[in-house]
């Protein structure tokens, strides 16, 4: 698919939250000029590099990208990949990624070769919910997905996964959620969800399946309520009680960005940074994909759910070049 294409689609995903701007008086060529005098010679100014790219809006590094092949003859990305190195490297080519070929290539890195990144597909699938001029989010990834890699996005899902938990990262791959509230089946769904799970011995999944995989947003939290009266207990409770392995975790994705699309991604963001070492691929992934989106609203809950601020945490979690890059990102201290 044509780099044009990649970016101008996403962009009707692209909101208002994000703390990453587009730049005015932005000219690409200065830029260019700016990024390859950064590369020339011995040594690098890496802090050129990070300061120049987390001050650009992704669609204007797509335009930086392009005239340093007209200026230079030489790929951008390339050539940051030659000076470049580690954590720091992976960062910043995640940064000249288009956001949909981001996603696309995070999908396919999950279940290519031995094993599957679940937690992957989780994050995906279950948070790129958006809607706009007749655009799914989830529906653009999987269109896109066989001009990337020549491959069907659901076929290699499908001989990667298993039992309920594959049924439900199709259901979701489908993009159907029904729309608004159905008013009259807010009770019905809550009561089968108690039946398929607390009222039963042994758990009906795939009527969590079904329904968590196919209503709306603000369906669910109606039902979540529900559910809560009628049973004593939130929704997150019952499925780590009554569900195991990757079908929990994809549940409770899917509950969670039911409520709140920011809480989930400031709670994953926070656990790739808590206790012993750190989830450098999940912190990437998040900081990048959320950066021109909501990473405004992630910081704000983060403080709200956290005894600290993402500012903080990054900061103590993390080194180098790739801190200076992340924390330019993150975009303030909540503190």
């Known amino acids: 698919m044509c780099s044009i294409c990649n970016f101008s689609i996403i962009s009707l995903f692209q909101a208002t939250r994000g703390t990453v701007k587009a730049s005015t008086n932005f000219k690409a060529s200065a830029d260019a000029e700016v990024l390859q005098k950064a590369m020339k010679g011995l040594g690098t100014d890496e802090d050129a590099i990070l300061q120049l790219l987390t001050a650009r809006s992704n669609a204007q590094r797509q335009e930086i990208k392009a005239a340093y092949k007209t200026l230079f003859g030489k790929d951008l990305v390339d050539d940051l990949k030659g000076e470049l190195g580690g954590k720091f490297e992976t960062l910043v080519v995640a940064l000249m990624t288009p956001p949909l070929t981001y996603d696309v290539t995070c999908l396919r890195n999950a279940i290519k070769g031995a094993g599957t990144d679940e937690k992957v597909l989780v994050e995906i699938l279950s948070s790129r919910t958006k809607e706009l001029l007749g655009w799914k989010q989830i529906k653009v990834v999987v269109f896109v997905f066989p001009s990337e890699y020549d491959d069907d996005l659901e076929e290699d899902v499908c ?177």
Request: aromatic residues 8%.
């Open 159 to 335: 001989g990667d996964t298993s039992g309920h938990f594959k049924r439900l990262l199709v259901i979701l791959l489908q993009a159907k959620r029904q729309s608004g509230i159905q008013e009259g089946n807010i009770e019905t769904d809550a009561q089968a969800l108690f039946k398929a799970g607390e009222e039963k011995y042994g758990t009906d999944e795939q009527s969590f399946v079904t329904i968590l995989g196919n209503r709306s947003a603000q369906h669910l939290r109606k039902v979540f309520d529900a559910y809560m009266k009628m049973s004593g207990y939130e929704m997150e409770e019952s499925i780590q009680r009554e569900t195991s392995g990757g079908l929990k975790d994809l549940l409770l994705a899917v509950v969670k960005c039911a409520r709140s699309v920011p809480a989930y991604f400031a709670e994953t963001l926070y656990y790739a940074m808590k206790g012993a070492g750190t989830d450098d691929n999940t912190l990437i992934r998040v900081m990048v994909s959320r950066s021109e989106v909501d990473l405004l609203d992630i910081r704000a809950e983060f403080r709200k759910m956290f005894a600290c601020s993402l500012h903080s945490m990054i900061k103590g979690d993390t080194g180098g070049d790739y801190r200076k890059t992340l924390l330019l990102l993150c975009g303030g201290d909540d503190a």
